[in-house]
């Protein structure tokens, strides 16, 4: 079957680094989105990776290892607006996206 | 108002009434997608068009039915709303001729069925 697995929450500090990590079984992956969710709010786009490697993108950055089915969301020098949930998503044969259930992350002083 | 838009913003309705939730977008973008988000779940796709009269299902189409009569517009209705169905709906855009380029998010619809 198709899946998409993300940590349901974590916590960080203000000023620190936290890694969100994505793992995804899709039969016709294609590439791999992440995107921001602020609550209450409608999800924003944040990265697309398709080939192997780490995409930097000022504080985040994005890996992907198709190999191994697994994505991270690096977010680096927190601040207290990057609180929100971070949806992972996946590409499939159906030209679908398939959709991890969020990680909300809570950022603390 | 440029970019994608949804209305009505919150909606109560009772079981059984039809429903009709409205999305417009200004940027001429071919695809147009409608979402559902749950608690505990990710976005799940309901339907999507990739053009004028052309509208496919998505992972949970059962009790939405959509058209699109022109580009801009994409209106998805419930037949005969459900309690399953109270959930926070998002119509969504992208440009290009394919379904991996960025999709842009309208701000949702909130809708509770009694």
């Known amino acids: 079957g198709q899946n998409i697995d993300q940590p349901t929450e974590m916590t960080a500090t203000e000023g620190a680094i936290v890694q969100i990590n994505c793992t995804y079984q899709?039969?016709?992956?294609?590439?791999l989105f992440w995107y921001q969710q602020h609550a209450g709010e409608a999800p924003t786009f944040l990265s697309y990776?398709?080939l192997d490697g780490l995409e930097e993108k000022g504080r985040f950055s994005s890996f992907l290892s198709r190999s191994k089915g697994y994505s991270y969301l690096l977010l680096k020098e927190l601040q207290m607006k990057d609180s929100a949930s971070y949806l992972c998503a996946s590409t499939d044969s159906n030209y679908q996206l398939i959709w991890g259930a969020g990680t909300k992350l809570i950022i603390k002083p | 108002d440029a970019g994608i838009t949804q209305s009505p913003r919150y909606k109560i309705t009772e079981t059984g009434r039809q429903v009709t939730l409205m999305c417009h977008q200004t940027?001429?973008?071919?695809?147009m997608f409608w979402y559902r988000q749950d608690l505990g779940h990710g976005l799940r796709l309901i339907y999507y068009s990739a053009a004028a009269d052309i509208t496919d299902k998505g992972e949970v189409p059962d009790g939405y039915v959509v058209s699109r009569s022109k580009t801009e517009n994409f209106p998805l209705t419930l037949e005969s709303a459900t309690r399953s169905q109270t959930s926070v709906y998002f119509c969504a855009s992208s440009e290009g001729d394919r379904v991996y380029n960025e999709q842009f998010f309208g701000p949702g619809t909130r809708l509770t069925v009694l």
């Open positions: 899709t039969s016709g992956f294609n590439g």
């Open positions: 940027w001429s973008h071919s695809y």
């Open positions: 990776n398709v």
